[in-house]
């Protein structure tokens, strides 16, 4: 069982950045492949971002060149860099791990509103 806590979530203006970190609380944290995902009131949840054990990312078009998914084994942490921040992407954020099984944290509201 893996648990991952989510912080750094909040209410930002459009054009503003915010910074998510995730912890794992598991000391094979290098070889879990981690994501990002989002979920709009009334939507689906979507995958934000994705990193490998080896470090190659991935991220939905909506975002490309706004947001930086990075990841420290070090400290069990994963991050996600969003700056130019749009009313768009307010939603809840999750962090997932994946490894054989999949694990999710309880989210982190983000709020982009003037």
């Known amino acids: 069982q893996v648990q991952l806590v989510e912080s750094g979530g909040g209410l930002v203006q459009p054009g503003g950045s915010l910074r998510l970190s995730c912890a794992a609380s598991?000391?094979?944290?290098?070889?879990?492949?981690m994501a990002w995902y989002r979920q709009a009131p009334g939507k689906s949840r979507e995958l934000v971002a994705f990193?490998?054990?080896?470090?190659?990312?991935k991220y939905v078009d909506s975002v490309k060149g706004r947001f930086t998914i990075s990841r420290d084994n070090a400290k069990n942490t994963v991050y996600l860099q969003m700056n130019s921040l749009k009313p768009e992407d307010t939603a809840v954020y999750y962090c997932?791990?994946?490894?054989?099984?999949?694990?999710w944290g309880q989210g982190t509201q983000v709020t982009v509103s003037s």
């Open positions: 997932n791990a994946q490894h054989v099984w999949s694990f």
């Open positions: 990193i490998t054990s080896g470090g190659s990312t």
């Open positions: 598991t000391s094979s944290f290098s070889i879990y492949e």
